[in-house]
T-cell receptor
Framework: AQRVTQPEKLLSVFKGAPVELKCNYS??????LFWYVQYSRQRLQLLLR??SRESIKGFTADLNKGETSFHLKKPFAQEEDSAMYYC???????????FGTGTRLTIIP | DAGVIQSPRHEVTEMGQEVTLRCKPI?????LFWYRQTMMRGLELLIY????????DSGMPEDRFSAKMPNASFSTLKIQPSEPRDSAVYFC??????????FGAGTRLSVL
């Protein structure tokens, strides 16, 4: 069974400090990993996916198959980064997404 | 496109009543997903459809929950009878390609 673990429910970081949101997964197949974000009063939306290998809003995430992790990182936090972040996993070719329980990130001015 | 449209935005009902949540996916999308969000369990997939056909309903908690997709532009999630533990935010999402799902604004359900 596939599973996504986000160990931190809450994370507070000072503005300008580095951010790392942890995500670990368990899956025996070939996973595709995503980060979704929900800003205050907005819809849940895709932030980035590992196959794109791109930086979105300064965030990056590298898939580490050895550690089965897909941590989300940003070198310098901004106030507008405050939001709920969900890590999600699917199998290639399967649309079903399994989400973690989410981490609420708060950037302290 | 207005995106995925869910109605109502808020629903307050009494235990035992029937509740129907509605979703209109993005035009042209061929997959539709229903999720439940709670503080304790986060986002859980309840059921998803592809080309109007239910593909995986393993997340539907019990027989009180049912979902239909009579056509490509409309889906319902029904709870009958509702219970206080069903209180949550219910999201609908749709997708076309590449596993990228687009979410609606959600329906906040409170069962008293």
């Amino acid at each position: 069974a596939q599973r996504v673990t986000q160990p931190e429910k809450l994370l507070s970081v000072f503005k300008g400090a580095p951010v790392e949101l942890k995500c670990n997964y368990s899956y025996s197949g070939s996973p595709e990993l995503f980060w979704y974000v929900q800003y205050s009063r907005q819809r849940l939306q895709l932030l980035l996916r590992h196959i794109s290998r791109e930086s979105i809003k300064g965030f990056t995430a590298d898939l580490n198959k050895g550690e089965t992790s897909f941590h989300l990182k940003k070198p310098f936090a901004q106030e507008e980064d405050s939001a709920m972040y969900y890590c999600a996993l699917s199998n290639f070719g399967n649309e079903k997404l399994t989400f973690g329980t989410g981490t609420r990130l708060t950037i302290i001015p | 496109d207005a995106g995925v449209i869910q109605s109502p935005r808020h629903e307050v009902t009494e235990m035992g009543q029937e509740v129907t949540l509605r979703c209109k996916p993005i035009s042209g999308h061929n997959s539709l997903f229903w999720y439940r969000q709670t503080m304790m369990r986060g986002l859980e997939l309840l059921i998803y459809f592809n080309n109007n056909v239910p593909i995986d309903d393993s997340g539907m908690p019990e027989d009180r929950f049912s979902a239909k997709m009579p056509n490509a532009s409309f889906s319902t999630l029904k709870i009958q009878p509702s219970e206080p533990r069903d209180s949550a935010v219910y999201f609908c999402a749709s997708s076309l390609l590449e596993n990228i799902q687009y979410f609606g604004a959600g329906t906040r359900l409170s069962v008293l």
